[in-house]
């Protein structure tokens, strides 16, 4: 399920004085005539929710328009408020319906007084704010004065799971930034189609404080609400800090929707970090649990190499995720087929390259090697 349904259910409260109704002297009444109705809000959640739980004192802006465009009449002049209280949503000012009136109601979550434009409401990533938007107005009449509004979730989330393997340190992880080139933090939504039109670019601080383990984690995933995204294989990264040290990993050519989570998840070693790119899932906003597949351990394969210029043997192997590559003169790269590196001077380097999830391994293009060594394999 990509959303969470809310239901709006205008609920007509009528009220015809009689000469036959009694009430002591001291009651004061309000007289509705009989060809108006007043309508009022009640809420029902079906499903778990990422955001808080709607409650007493909450409030979303609501929009009244005479057709079904969002440039069209409002139905009330001024903002419109819809309050919760006792489990039902009051509209500040109330909407009064006459006989033979109707109108199209749209709905936003939170409120805020700056959402003055229903085609373009400002969302900020930044806040961390599940925002919520009805879509397609809904008819409301005299006549008929019950519909129901689907909401949606605007942004998408992305979500961590990280297991270790050969890692030497505590594994605590500190930090998580989301940055790249054309990454928009700040944006506009369109009330009725859900679309954000991007506007200024940023980066985004997870701040967490929590223990790698081997076995990855279960629940309480460090996760963080984002604008829907796109990454083609370059311009996105998550740098991860663990135990005080940065670890750089860019997303391969993914699409991100709104109202979608992405879980990614990661392996840890004592090199840096490696992204499991071939399980990278798209799940419901509503699950708050994950299980890391466990298939197999990081290993090493180490390399002799004596000279100055090194290339990369190609490697296969049933479900085998490359990892990381110890150059052997302190720098670290993701492993790459047919990858160079050029070394300061010629001399002899051990090199170390990771393999994650596979049992056997095949080798070509082993140009200027001179040893292997698959002990750590």
């Not at 001024?78 to 919760?84: D, M, N, P, R, T």
């Not at 209280?85 to 007084?113: C, M, N, Q, R, T």
């Not at 860019?250 to 071939?278: I, Q």
Request: aromatic content about 10%; proline content about 3%; overall charge negative.
């Amino acid at each position: 399920m990509k959303h969470i349904n809310y239901l709006f259910l205008l609920a007509v409260i009528c009220s015809i004085l009689s000469y036959g109704c009694s009430s002591s002297d001291n009651e004061v009444v309000e007289e509705i005539p009989s060809d108006e109705t007043v309508v009022s809000f009640t809420t029902s959640v079906y499903t778990r929710a990422v955001v808080t739980e709607l409650k007493d004192g909450d409030e979303m802006n609501m929009y009244a328009k005479e057709y079904r465009t969002l440039t069209s009449s409002d139905i009330v002049s001024g903002q419109l408020k819809a309050v919760g209280k006792g489990g039902v949503w009051y509209s500040e000012p109330k909407i009064v319906l006459e006989s033979g009136d109707k109108a199209f109601i749209y709905a936003f979550y939170p409120y805020d007084k700056a959402n003055v434009n229903p085609e373009a409401i400002p969302v900020d990533a930044g806040r961390q704010i599940d925002y919520l938007y009805s879509g397609e107005g809904e008819l409301v009449s005299y006549q008929k004065p019950q519909t129901k509004l689907t909401m949606s979730h605007a942004l998408s989330v992305f979500s961590f799971n990280i297991r270790k393997s050969n890692y030497s340190g505590k594994g605590v992880l500190q930090e998580i930034r989301i940055e790249g080139d054309d990454y928009a933090v700040q944006g506009t939504l369109n009330v009725r189609t859900g679309e954000i039109t991007k506007g200024e670019n940023g980066k985004l601080v997870i701040k967490c404080e929590k223990t790698v383990s081997s076995g990855g984690w279960t629940d309480d995933l460090p996760q963080a609400f984002t604008l829907p995204a796109s990454s083609n294989g370059k311009n996105l990264k998550f740098i991860f800090k663990v135990d005080g040290r940065e670890s750089v990993v860019v997303l391969p050519v993914l699409e991100f929707e709104s109202g979608m989570k992405y879980v990614f998840r990661l392996g840890l070693t004592d090199n840096n970090m490696t992204l499991f790119a071939d399980q990278i899932e798209s799940v419901s906003l509503n699950i708050d649990k994950d299980k890391m597949p466990v298939e197999g351990e990081a290993s090493i394969i180490g390399v002799g190499f004596n000279g100055q210029n090194f290339v990369l043997p190609e490697m296969s192997g049933d479900g085998m995720t490359p990892g990381m590559v110890n150059w052997g003169d302190g720098n670290t790269e993701i492993y790459t087929v047919n990858g160079e590196h050029r070394y300061s001077e010629y001399k002899e380097y051990n090199i170390e390259i990771e393999n994650w999830k596979t049992e056997e391994i095949t080798f070509s293009n082993l140009k200027g090697i001179e040893t292997i060594d698959l002990s750590g394999f």
